[in-house]
């Protein structure tokens, strides 16, 4: 059991360095337009990747594990839940901006500022149950 929640935990940080990689791209790219707009797409890939990953092996913990429903795992499986919307809205309004040819650093920043703070919350609150 310790090896499962361990790789769950390692899946987790990965996927929050996928969150900072997505961070950071904008600012990093923000004067070429071409780079900034390939890596925002191979982050979310990965965003998607550490995600279904991140799920998948949560599951079997708790499937394995054979607790009941805590409060920890419930928030665990609304933050899996709103994580991806609030990427997929990023990705939608993101589109919108760079036809629009504006950059939008700020608003990728912003979208993904709250979804490391979420995964963040949500892996301390983890850690005291």
Excluded: C, Q
């Excluded at 929050?16 to 923000?30: A, D, H, I």
């Excluded at 890596?39 to 990965?46: D, K, L, Q, V």
């Excluded at 599951?59 to 990427?87: C, N, Q, T």
């Amino acid at each position: 059991m310790d090896v499962l929640i361990g790789y769950h935990r390692h899946l987790v940080e990965g996927w929050l360095l996928v969150m900072l990689f997505n961070l950071l791209v904008p600012w990093v790219f923000k004067d070429v337009d071409v780079k900034r707009v390939f890596y925002t797409r191979i982050g979310y890939f990965a965003f998607w990747a550490l995600w279904s990953m991140v799920v998948f092996s949560g599951l079997m913990v708790w499937i394995f594990a054979g607790r009941p429903m805590h409060f920890s795992v419930e928030i665990m499986m609304m933050a899996s839940l709103l994580l991806p919307v609030l990427d997929g809205y990023r990705a939608i309004r993101l589109k919108r901006i760079w036809l629009a040819e504006s950059k939008g650093v700020g608003f990728s920043s912003l979208i993904t500022g709250i979804e490391i703070l979420t995964l963040l919350v949500v892996t301390l609150l983890a850690l005291r149950h």
